[in-house]
């Protein structure tokens, strides 16, 4: 089956710091690869999307790029903001015995900036 | 446009009650669902519809039924509340193929 592996949080950074949140994922077929956010008291929001290898997503300073050759799509941002704070999911999207695409999700990553 | 409309927000239950979890979409979507969040362990989506008239079982489905005799709402009945279903609930939509999904903002249910 697909499955989603999410580094451990959770992550406590400076305001400015770079941040790398890992995720890797297994899956057959040609899954699309997503970072959902999901900020305290609400549901989930899209924050980016790669829907083949070598596609980088890009949304609020954030990246991920979809690399098909260790099966990863790590989130960066070059200088976070303490409005950052927020849980991270690495999600895929794929179909099983040809049924309707699902999203599977990672565990979830709390991320913590401090001024 | 409201989005993903979920009711209510909050709901404690005793084992055995029974209620149901409400979810509406005003954006025409094919495609709804419902996922609980545990700690630890994401989202797991319990059951998934493609359409008004069908359904399917997801990855945890037991203990909860839906129906979908529209494509505006998708409810999410559970049968016999257990305390092992205390859980953050949420509904998603989205048209079908590689879309983004809208969340609602989440159901928090207790059983006591």
């Known amino acids: 089956g697909n499955s989603v592996t999410q580094m451990e949080g959770p992550v406590t950074l400076s305001e400015e710091a770079f941040l790398t949140i890992n995720c890797t994922y297994t899956?057959?077929?040609?899954?699309?690869l997503f970072w959902y956010v999901q900020y305290p008291g609400e549901g989930l929001q899209l924050l980016l999307k790669?829907?083949?290898?070598?596609d980088k997503g890009s949304n609020k300073g954030f990246e991920a790029t979809y690399r098909k050759e260790t099966t990863s799509f790590h989130l960066e941002k070059g200088s976070v903001q303490v409005s950052d704070s927020a849980v991270y999911f690495c999600?895929?999207?794929?179909?099983?015995?040809?049924?309707?695409?699902?999203?599977?999700f990672g565990s979830g990553t709390q991320l913590t900036v401090l001024p | 446009n409201a989005g993903v409309t979920q009711t209510p927000k909050f709901q404690v239950l005793k084992t055995g009650q029974s209620m149901t979890l409400q979810c509406a979409q005003d954006?025409?979507?094919?495609?709804m669902s419902w996922y609980r969040q545990d700690p630890g362990m994401g989202l797991r989506l319990i059951h998934y519809s493609v359409g008004a008239g069908i359904t399917d079982q997801g990855e945890v489905p037991n203990g909860y039924n839906v129906s979908r005799s529209t494509t505006e709402d998708f409810p999410l009945r559970l049968l016999s509340a257990a305390p092992s279903q205390t859980s953050v609930y949420f509904c998603a939509s989205r048209f079908t193929g590689v879309t983004e999904a809208f969340f609602g903002q989440g159901t928090r249910l207790t059983v006591v």
């Open positions: 899956a057959t077929g040609y899954p699309s």
């Open positions: 954006m025409n979507h094919e495609y």
């Open positions: 999600a895929l999207s794929a179909s099983l015995s040809g049924s309707a695409r699902q999203l599977t």
């Open positions: 790669a829907t083949k290898a070598d």
